[in-house]
């Protein structure tokens, strides 16, 4: 997707802070972090949400959850942290390439705004 902020920024033609990448998959921090530890956690494959999503994406949307994992670990959130990831507008989507947050550093509430 040539005009997607998320593909650009994955293929560094858009600066960010990255924090990790692989062959699947780049993270980066939130440029408007909501917590402490705020990073974006990508498949390097355009999906616009997980309804966009299928069958053979099923090990990449898993590995998003592992990356976080490790990431909480790496930045010593062991008090706990958060992974949140907005399908559609109405959820608070606001950029169409399907990401998860990761959230840490900072007490949550329950239920999410
Ligand atoms: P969402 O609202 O779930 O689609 O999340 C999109 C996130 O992308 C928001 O938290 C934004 O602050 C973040 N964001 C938007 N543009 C950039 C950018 N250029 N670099 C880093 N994060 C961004
Ligand atoms: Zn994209």
Redesign the pocket.
């Known amino acids: 997707m040539d005009d997607c ?1 998320f593909c650009k ?1 994955g293929k560094k033609k ?1 600066p ?1 802070k990255l924090v990790y990448e692989d062959e699947e998959i780049f993270a ?5 972090p ?1 917590a402490p530890h ?1 990073i ?1 956690i990508c498949p390097r494959k355009h999906l616009i949400s997980l309804t966009d999503a299928n069958d053979e994406d099923a090990a990449v949307l898993g590995k998003l959850q592992l990356v976080a994992a490790k990431l909480a670990v790496a930045r010593n959130l062991t008090d706990g942290y958060r992974t ?1 990831l ?1 399908n559609g507008r109405g959820a ?4 169409f390439h399907l ?1 998860l ?1 990761l959230l840490g550093g900072r007490d949550f509430r329950w239920p999410p705004g």
């Open positions: 902020l920024i858009i960010s980066f921090e939130d440029i408007q909501q705020h974006l949140v907005n608070g989507q606001s950029v990401h947050h």
